[in-house]
Structure formats: structure tokens, C-alpha cells
């Protein structure tokens, strides 16, 4: 509990953040160049996330999903300056990180972290877990030896685990408990914002549940802000207050998660959603799947205009010309927009 | 979680002490690297306590026992200058480890260094850092050595430099290739997210994923600079005589094989024993140290 005041004492000290808008994403574009022949010339770029505007108020949980190589995971990297975004901007508080310099950026990276994927990969294989989860301690100049090895043990006990396990290495550990660690990492320097890039694909669905119901916790507990990447739909929807969907690097809906689930207005949303199975065998039975037709275009090469154009059963020569705008049809307390041309079809 | 686990067990660390004996353990389970492992440490203990255990000095000439062939006095007999070849071979010792040793250090030393940033780094430096190394591995180490002795002049600091500069690409290529394996993983992304600085990066998160790899080729450099150095004694570039070099022992002892062969197969014979006895330890290496991958 003591914990919690802390954390909540240091979002305060964060200058400018006095505001309800933790995170503003503002038409962020993110291009990785093709390069061929000897000269190594540009040929061309994927778009891998192509002008994404969104804002994560503080203390909420924002999901973004979509199938893999929409951009999701790009668009939670570019946030946070491990790409360099090729356009837009994105503000922490009231700073630009966009245009920090890179020492700057160092000190703002204390307020910002993130949870990876695979719990195999994001822990150094030669260091022991006390050292892990006191690096950014020392490198922010947080404490010293004393306090430092005492946050980590008081860390791991938040997390879960035996704060004596900090001079075991990671191989010592199961996927769920290496997640564990990870977030104790992430949650090191007490920041106020962390991106959760796919944090429980990599599990057994029983540890899912634990380390999500974790996280959880940790979001009451300390006053976190997530942005909450998944693949796994009805994850998303337990987790998140508001959802946002990708499909070849653009938000294609987002609102307020009951209101994006229970009554999706995009056609790729509806056929998203269809795929979730019902844990219930008669109602499964008779659950009507929408098979989109074909691939997903290359991010290399988009369609024009509306991006889902090439698979929507519902297009028409509008969605081939003109990009569609992103329209609220919601409340403002339940907003719900959407960036589809008939979308009004579907709003009864 | 494991309660029955006392405190202390957890907290305790291995001493190096305990791990160093683990280690040897390890080596000594395979015949082939328990000997070889053996060979290096007696040569070592050889380098270290020669003074002690030879009979004569490297340059002491005893007249009356001149061109004897191999005796309870004179264990590996005497040339034809009359100096005890036992006690040479004993004393070389320290002198070829030595520079060899130093050699390999300083290779391995601008070797990761290189290594690591330029695979860290990529693009433009790598690629211009690659091509030099290129143009220096495809010339034979012989004759890179023979052309750089024949620049410096022929001395101990010029084999050092030598050695420095025809091993610093090969360590480099291996720590490189290493680094590009690795810095793709998370935990380089977690580093640099963390705020991290690049040495910190390069040398604290990246270099103890390269040590199995570069403790191996540090030891295949090792015995390889011992032949360099023996070689260039044989050629009389490197040490000067009157120095106990085996290299240099055996160039001497080539004029009077037919009468003296003993003189020339004793040093060559301690040249290919600790050669083979480092390979092979360096092999053991590999097999353990890449194996835990």
C-alpha cells in the first residue's frame, strides 16, 4: 500500500501532467525502407503503421489488437523512441518525445517501460535476476547498493516471487515466472506508463490468466497506464477500458470496449470478433463465422483509400477513392469511432 | 515457493575458487582435454619456475661436454657450442609463452572491442572496418608477419605488434558474428529502453553472450602464436640469439643435424607438445563452453 502513495507521488512530480491525457499519439507513421541492388537504393518502404492518431487517458488500459503484421507492435515500439518514427508525433505528458534529444530521452525513459513479448528473449541469459531488475536503477542513479538490492527483493515480492531468488539466473525460471520478471523490471524506476507488447502469447493459458490478473493489480496498486498489445480478443476485452483495432497500419475502430464488442461498426471488426469461439458448445455450434476473402495486402504496397476495401464484402466505389474519415458515433462518456463509409448501416 | 530452501543457499554465491575447480572437473572429464590441459598447465608451471629447475644457464657454455648426445648429466644432451639443451628448452619456455601470451591478449583485446561495435553498429563503419580485415586475412600470416618485421626491425615489441595486428581480425570476425546473433534479442531492446549507454550495452549486456566463443578462439589464437613466434625465430625476424627461442634453437641446431640431432628435435619436439596441448585444451573448450548454448 505504501507502494501505491509512492507511485502516485511520482506521477505528480511529473511536470505538466496535471492533464487527464497521459499519451498523445498524433498521426504517427512509421516506414521501414526495401532496399536492393549494390548501391543499396530505397525501392520503395513497408508502412508499417501509417499516420495512427490516439490518445490513453491516465490510469486506463488501452487495447490495441489485430492479426499479426498490422502494426501493432511497431506502433507500441514508436511510442516509445525504439524506432524513430518516420512522421507525427507523440507526447508524454506535455513533452514532445519526438524531438527529445538522446539524453533527454534517457531521463524521460524512466517514466516509460515496457513488458515484451517473449519471456525467453528479453532477459539477459548471463546476468542473475538481481542484476536485471536493478540495471535501471543504476543507470537512472537511483539509490544506492543497499537500497537498490532492497527495491529489487521488495520488487519481486510484488511480482510474486521469493525476494531470495535475486542471484539465480533466468534459466532457473519457468515462462510464467521469467514474465514475472520482466515486469518487475518494467516496474523498476516507478513509471507511469507501460506498454505491454503481447505479454502473455508466449504462456500456457493457465499462467495467462495469472500474469493478466497481475498486471491487473499492478495497474490499482500503482496507478498504472497501460497500452495493452494482444492478439487474443476476449484477453482484450477483460483487460482494457477502451479498445482500439489495426488493420494494415491504421486504427480502423476504436471506443470504448463494450461498445467496439458489442456492436462493431467496421466490417473487419465484425469479422475479427466472429473468430472468438463461445465457450459454450450449443451456442458455438450455431455461431455464424465472416471468412474474409484473400490475404492481407502487402504493407509494402496498400490499397488506395479505404485499406480493407480489397476483402470487404460491403465495398463500394466510395471505399476505392476517397479514405474514409474516422467519425464518432458514440457518446462522449462511451465514444465509439469508426473509419468506414457505411458505417451507418450497421448503427441500429 | 520453495520455502524449505534456506535463506543463505539462495543468497550465496558461488566463490571463483569453487568454480574454478568445477571447471577443471569439466576439462578433466575427456581424456583427449585432460591431457591436453595437463600439458599446458606443465609448460606453464615450466614458464614460471624454469630458473629453479634448469640444471645450466640458457647461455652457459661448458667446453669439455660439447656435442653430447642425450645422458643422465645431460638429459636432452648438449650442442656444439656446448650448452645443456634441457635447461634451454626449459628457459625458452618462459620467452615463447610470454609473447605469445601478451601477443594474444592484445589481439583478443582490440579484437572484441572491434568486434563488438562494429557488429553493434552495422551500416557504413562495419562494412569498411570488414573490408580492411578482409584485405588483411587474405594474406598468409607468415608473410603479413614477415612484411611487418621487415617495417619494424626485428625485436620483442615488433612480434607483439605482429601478432596484434594478424590475429585482431580473426577475433573480431568471431566476436562480430556473435554480437549480430544477439543484438536482435530483447533483452539488447530492454537495455536500450532501460536508457542504457552504448558501452554499457556493448560491454556489460552483449560481451558475456561472446565469452564462450571468444574464450575458445582466444585459445586456438594462443597456440597459433606460439608456432607464429617459434616460426619467426626459426627464421631469425623475431628474437635475436643468444635468446633460448625454440624457433630460433632449431634454426641453430639445422647445420649439424646429421651429427646433433637431438638439438634440433627437443625444441622442435617442445614446439609441437604444447601446440597440440593448447588445441586441444581450446577444442575441450568448444566442447563445453558452445555446447551450453
Request: glycine share 12%.
Given at each position: 500500500m505504501s507502494e501505491a502513495k509512492t507511485a502516485t507521488a511520482q506521477n505528480e512530480?511529473?511536470?505538466?501532467?496535471?492533464?487527464?491525457?497521459l499519451v498523445r499519439v498524433q498521426n504517427l507513421k512509421k516506414y521501414f525502407p526495401i532496399r536492393r541492388g549494390v548501391l543499396r537504393r530505397q525501392v520503395g518502404a513497408v508502412q508499417a503503421v501509417d499516420g495512427v492518431s490516439f490518445e490513453i487517458r491516465r490510469g486506463e488500459t488501452l487495447g490495441l489488437v489485430g492479426e499479426s503484421g498490422c502494426g501493432k507492435s511497431t506502433t507500441g515500439r514508436t511510442i516509445l523512441q525504439l524506432e524513430k518514427p518516420t512522421g507525427g508525433q507523440v507526447f508524454f505528458g506535455d513533452q514532445e518525445l519526438t524531438n527529445m534529444s538522446s539524453s533527454e530521452l534517457r531521463k524521460a525513459r524512466r517514466h516509460m517501460q515496457m513488458i515484451f513479448q517473449d519471456p525467453y528473449a528479453s532477459l539477459n541469459p548471463r546476468m542473475t535476476v538481481g542484476n536485471i531488475i536493478s540495471e535501471p536503477l543504476e543507470i537512472h542513479n537511483i539509490g544506492n547498493a543497499a537500497s537498490r538490492k532492497e527495491r529489487v527483493q521488495e520488487l519481486l515480492r510484488l511480482v510474486g516471487l521469493n525476494p531470495y531468488f535475486i542471484n539465480r539466473y533466468p534459466h532457473e525460471f519457468s515462462g510464467g515466472q521469467r514474465q514475472r520478471i520482466g515486469i518487475a523490471r518494467a516496474l523498476a524506476t516507478n513509471p507511469s506508463f507501460i506498454v505491454a507488447d503481447e505479454p502473455i502469447s508466449a504462456l500456457d493459458v493457465s499462467i495467462q490468466a495469472q500474469v493478466v490478473n497481475l498486471l491487473e493489480d499492478l495497474k490499482q496498486e500503482l496507478g498504472l497506464t497501460y497500452l495493452f498489445i494482444a492478439h487474443d480478443l476476449s484477453m482484450v476485452r477483460y483487460i482494457s477500458d477502451r479498445v482500439a483495432v489495426m488493420y494494415l497500419g491504421r486504427i480502423v475502430e476504436m471506443g470504448h470496449r463494450d461498445e467496439v464488442y458489442d456492436h462493431p461498426l467496421h466490417p473487419y471488426t465484425q469479422a475479427l470478433l466472429s473468430a472468438i469461439p463461445i465457450p459454450d458448445p450449443d451456442k458455438e455450434a450455431r455461431r455464424k463465422r465472416i471468412i474474409l476473402e484473400g490475404d492481407v495486402p502487402s504493407p509494402a504496397n496498400p490499397p488506395a483509400a479505404c485499406r480493407f476495401h480489397t476483402r470487404c464484402s460491403y465495398a463500394t466505389d466510395i471505399c476505392r477513392e476517397v479514405d474514409p474519415e474516422f467519425r464518432n458515433f458514440g457518446t462522449d462518456s462511451r465514444e465509439h469511432w469508426v473509419a468506414c463509409h457505411h458505417a451507418e448501416k450497421f448503427n441500429d | 515457493m520453495t520455502t524449505e530452501i534456506s535463506q543463505e543457499t539462495i543468497l550465496s554465491r558461488t566463490s571463483w575458487l569453487k568454480r574454478l575447480t568445477n571447471g577443471l572437473r569439466i576439462l578433466y572429464a575427456s581424456p583427449a582435454t585432460a591431457v591436453g590441459t595437463t600439458i599446458f598447465i606443465l609448460f606453464v608451471l615450466m614458464a614460471l619456475f624454469g630458473p629453479m629447475l634448469a640444471p645450466y644457464g640458457f647461455n652457459e657454455q661448458i667446453y669439455t661436454d660439447a656435442r653430447q648426445p642425450p645422458s643422465p648429466t645431460h638429459w636432452f644432451g648438449t650442442d656444439n657450442l656446448g650448452r645443456d639443451v634441457f635447461s634451454r628448452v626449459v628457459l625458452g619456455a618462459r620467452d615463447i609463452l610470454r609473447l605469445s601470451g601478451l601477443g594474444t591478449i592484445l589481439a583478443v583485446i582490440s579484437g572484441t572491442t572491434f568486434g563488438l561495435v562494429s557488429g553493434y553498429w552495422g551500416g557504413l563503419f562495419d562494412e569498411i572496418l570488414m573490408r580492411i580485415f578482409d584485405s588483411l586475412l587474405a594474406m598468409p600470416a607468415l608473410l603479413l608477419a614477415l612484411l611487418l618485421l621487415g617495417t619494424l626491425g626485428p625485436s620483442e615489441n615488433s612480434v607483439l605488434v605482429v601478432i596484434l595486428i594478424v590475429y585482431t581480425p580473426i577475433v573480431a570476425r568471431v566476436v562480430r558474428s556473435v554480437v549480430l546473433s544477439v543484438k536482435t534479442r530483447a533483452f539488447v531492446e530492454a537495455a536500450r529502453l532501460q536508457g542504457e549507454s552504448l558501452g554499457r550495452i556493448l560491454f556489460r549486456e552483449i560481451l558475456p553472450s561472446v565469452l564462450p566463443a571468444l574464450t575458445v578462439e582466444a585459445a586456438l589464437r594462443f597456440s597459433y602464436a606460439i608456432f607464429l613466434v617459434a616460426s619467426l625465430g626459426f627464421l631469425g625476424v623475431g628474437v635475436q640469439p643468444p635468446n633460448p627461442n625454440w624457433g630460433l634453437m632449431v634454426s641453430e641446431a639445422r647445420q649439424n643435424v646429421s651429427q646433433l640431432p637431438w638439438a634440433l628435435y627437443f625444441p622442435a619436439g617442445a614446439i609441437a607438445v604444447v601446440v597440440i596441448g593448447v588445441n586441444l585444451m581450446a577444442d575441450g573448450l568448444k566442447r563445453i563452453l558452445q555446447a551450453g548454448d
Open positions: 512530480l511529473i511536470p505538466g501532467t496535471t492533464k487527464d491525457v | -
